[in-house]
């Protein structure tokens, strides 16, 4: 008799563990733990997905007459970890041997390598082979390279699974085509209806849960509008190939007040957790391409995402850690702001992006990285607080995605392994791929001063600062050139205004 532990991303029939399970005598555990959601404080509306998913899936497996144990936050006896409910389990049923699928966090896997000694029983770990890329593959790509460029491990993932290849040759002759998707946003787009669909009885029995175990965490709960279940999951994904892929390509950079959704997929809650597999979701936008469906920039962006970054950052984090966890290049160590729990700011752009993230879980990459993360890389906010920050608040982050994005990408702390250069940018980025800043309490064409956008004087502040580290940097050349030119009076009024903004900070005024 076998033990199959399934974790709450691995959501998903055709996962490793489950392989050749014996319906029969084997028995799959599936167990919502304090340990889990707590660890970070995790969104509420994360915590009510993830746990309705959970109940769905093991309900989808009971009626394929699996032998499963689930196990409810609020059941009686719930000792409140992985590692518990696993002891329990042996210790209630006659169980030879224990087999999970490889976890996506570091911190679990080696919890997970200690279990055999502490059990006294045979415990099997198997890969995870829902993604493309196997850590091997990965690290054998990436054991003769100084820099891991995604672009290249990208072309290499598209040959072997032969997506949008002609022979050895891309369609369109070229690899990618993201010169054509950072269209700024115009007036009169018509942004489709993300999904929505009623919670259930089990969901909501979850919402009650939440609301009620978990009132001091971060985010609205309601209203609660995520596909729990693969079939569910399955219709947002032909949403989207039907309703907005087609502008997914040009305006996957732009920002709208009041649109957190725009013309992005929102299934990589479901991808994350196994009710979508990655190869299937490639295959089915493939197809819309062949069809006449979707023009070829925006399926290939589509397609870079998924077959290309997101196995990259998968690989970049398995390859690098557990040092990467406390990489910190450009010795950043302010606090958080308050404001980032809050959304109490008169800086508009994040105000709405925080605000969305708190009501929705999600924001989209751009969010994400040019807005929410360059002002936390300008203003040198400590890495450990902004991973807490990342993982905690939206419902598709775990760390195997998490810390890359913000060690290398949003940060630059690992001084330039995963990025070429700092994602550093002033108000003007902002102004040119968004609306925000006609709303904005701040001056966007102002430089300096009370009035002027804080991004603009930070970006140059940014580099004062950290001159010493990035000057040097090949892409950065042209920029420390400017910064030479610069006049004094502007030099000098740039350090008065970053100072007094990064006081207030510090003090966590509103700002």
Same mark, same amino acid.
């Given at each position: 008799?076998?033990?199959?532990?399934?974790?709450?991303?691995?959501?998903?029939?055709?996962?490793?563990?489950?392989?050749?399970? /014996?319906?029969?005598?084997?028995?799959?555990?599936?167990c919502?733990?304090?340990?889990?959601?707590?660890y970070?404080?995790?969104?509420?509306?994360?915590?009510?997905?993830?746990?309705?998913?959970?109940?769905?899936?093991?309900?989808?497996?009971?009626?394929?007459?699996?032998?499963?144990?689930?196990?409810?936050?609020?059941?009686?006896?719930?000792?409140?970890?992985?590692?518990?409910?696993?002891?329990?389990?042996?210790?209630?049923?006659?169980?030879?041997?224990?087999?999970?699928?490889?976890? #996506?966090?570091?911190?679990?896997?080696?919890?997970?390598?200690?279990?055999?000694?502490?059990?006294?029983?045979?415990?099997?770990?198997?890969?995870?082979?829902?993604?493309?890329?196997?850590?091997?593959?990965?690290?054998?790509?990436?054991?003769?390279?100084?820099?891991?460029?995604?672009?290249?491990?990208?072309?290499?993932?598209?040959?072997?699974?032969?997506?949008?290849?002609?022979?050895?040759?891309?369609?369109?002759? $070229?690899?990618?085509?993201?010169?054509?998707?950072?269209?700024?946003?115009?007036?009169?787009?018509?942004?489709?209806?993300?999904?929505?669909? $009623?919670?259930?009885?089990?969901?909501m029995?979850?919402?009650?849960?939440?609301?009620?175990?978990?009132?001091?965490?971060?985010? /609205?709960?309601?209203?609660f509008?995520?596909?729990?279940?693969?079939?569910q999951?399955l219709?947002?994904?032909?949403?989207?190939?039907?309703?907005?892929?087609?502008?997914?390509?040009?305006?996957?950079?732009?920002?709208?007040?009041?649109?957190?959704?725009?013309?992005?997929?929102?299934?990589?809650?479901?991808?994350?957790?196994?009710?979508?597999?990655?190869?299937?979701?490639?295959?089915?936008v493939?197809?819309?391409?062949?069809?006449?469906?979707?023009?070829?920039?925006?399926?290939?962006?589509?397609?870079? $995402?998924?077959?290309?970054?997101?196995?990259?950052?998968?690989?970049?984090?398995?390859?690098k850690?557990?040092?990467?966890?406390?990489?910190?290049?450009?010795?950043?160590?302010?606090?958080?702001?308050?404001?980032?729990?809050?959304?109490?700011?008169?800086?508009?752009?994040?105000?709405?992006?925080?605000?969305?993230?708190k009501?929705?879980?999600?924001?989209?990459?751009? $969010?994400?990285?040019?807005?929410?993360?360059?002002?936390?890389?300008?203003?040198?906010?400590?890495?450990?607080?902004?991973?807490?920050?990342?993982?905690?608040?939206?419902?598709?982050?775990?760390?195997?995605?998490?810390?890359?994005?913000?060690?290398?990408?949003?940060?630059?702390?690992?001084?330039?392994?995963?990025?070429?250069?700092?994602?550093?940018?002033?108000?003007?980025?902002?102004?040119?791929?968004?609306?925000?800043?006609?709303?904005?309490?701040?001056?966007?064409?102002?430089?300096?001063?009370?009035?002027?956008?804080p991004?603009?004087?930070?970006?140059?502040?940014?580099?004062?600062?950290?001159?010493?580290?990035?000057?040097?940097?090949?892409?950065?050349?042209?920029?420390?050139?400017?910064?030479?030119?610069?006049?004094?009076?502007?030099?000098?009024?740039?350090?008065?205004?970053? #100072?007094?903004?990064?006081?207030?900070?510090?003090?966590?005024?509103?700002i």
């Open positions: 008799m076998t033990l199959r532990l399934i974790l709450g991303d691995q959501l998903s029939e055709t996962i490793s563990s489950l392989r050749d399970v /014996d319906k029969l005598n084997d028995n799959i555990l599936i919502e733990v304090k340990s889990e959601a707590t970070v404080k995790h969104h509420k509306k994360k915590i009510a997905f993830l746990f309705s998913a959970m109940r769905h899936f093991s309900k989808f497996l009971e009626g394929l007459n699996y032998n499963l144990t689930y196990i409810k936050y609020d059941d009686s006896g719930n000792s409140g970890s992985l590692y518990g409910e696993v002891k329990r389990a042996i210790l209630t049923n006659n169980h030879e041997k224990i087999v999970i699928t490889k976890p #996506n966090e570091f911190r679990l896997y080696l919890e997970m390598l200690e279990w055999e000694n502490k059990l006294n029983i045979p415990v099997e770990i198997r890969d995870d082979d829902r993604f493309l890329c196997s850590t091997d593959e990965f690290n054998t790509w990436a054991s003769d390279r100084k820099q891991l460029r995604m672009e290249y491990f990208y072309r290499n993932m598209r040959r072997k699974y032969d997506i949008l290849m002609e022979g050895d040759e891309p369609i369109g002759g $070229q690899w990618n085509f993201d010169s054509e998707n950072r269209k700024p946003p115009k007036n009169g787009l018509d942004v489709p209806k993300s999904y929505s669909t $009623q919670p259930d009885k089990i969901t029995e979850v919402i009650n849960l939440v609301e009620k175990s978990f009132n001091d965490h971060f985010g /609205d709960l309601k209203p509008n995520f596909a729990v279940t693969r079939q999951a219709v947002v994904l032909d949403e989207f190939i039907d309703k907005r892929l087609s502008m997914f390509g040009d305006f996957q950079d732009a920002m709208i007040e009041g649109e957190p959704w725009m013309f992005h997929s929102h299934i990589s809650f479901y991808l994350n957790c196994g009710l979508l597999t990655p190869l299937e979701c490639i295959k089915a493939e197809r819309a391409y062949y069809d006449n469906r979707a023009p070829l920039n925006a399926v290939e962006g589509f397609i870079r $995402q998924v077959l290309g970054w997101r196995e990259y950052i998968r690989g970049v984090y398995w390859y850690m557990p040092t990467y966890k406390s990489e910190n290049f450009l010795e950043a160590h302010r606090k958080l702001p308050e404001f980032y729990w809050t959304g109490q700011t008169d800086m508009n752009c994040l105000k709405q992006c925080i605000n969305e993230t009501e929705n879980s999600y924001a989209h990459h751009i $969010q994400r990285l040019m807005v929410l993360g360059n002002f936390v890389l300008l203003a040198g906010i400590n890495p450990d607080d902004v991973h807490e920050w990342y993982l905690s608040v939206y419902s598709d982050a775990y760390e195997w995605v998490e810390l890359p994005n913000v060690t290398g990408m949003i940060l630059y702390a690992d001084g330039g392994i995963l990025a070429s250069k700092p994602y550093a940018a002033s108000g003007a980025y902002i102004n040119r791929m968004s609306n925000y800043c006609k709303n904005c309490h701040y001056k966007v064409s102002s430089k300096t001063g009370e009035d002027a956008c991004f603009n004087y930070l970006y140059w502040d940014f580099l004062i600062r950290n001159e010493t580290k990035l000057r040097n940097n090949p892409r950065m050349g042209l920029i420390y050139r400017n910064l030479d030119k610069m006049k004094l009076d502007k030099y000098e009024a740039i350090k008065s205004d970053s #100072n007094i903004f990064l006081k207030h900070i510090d003090k966590n005024e509103k």
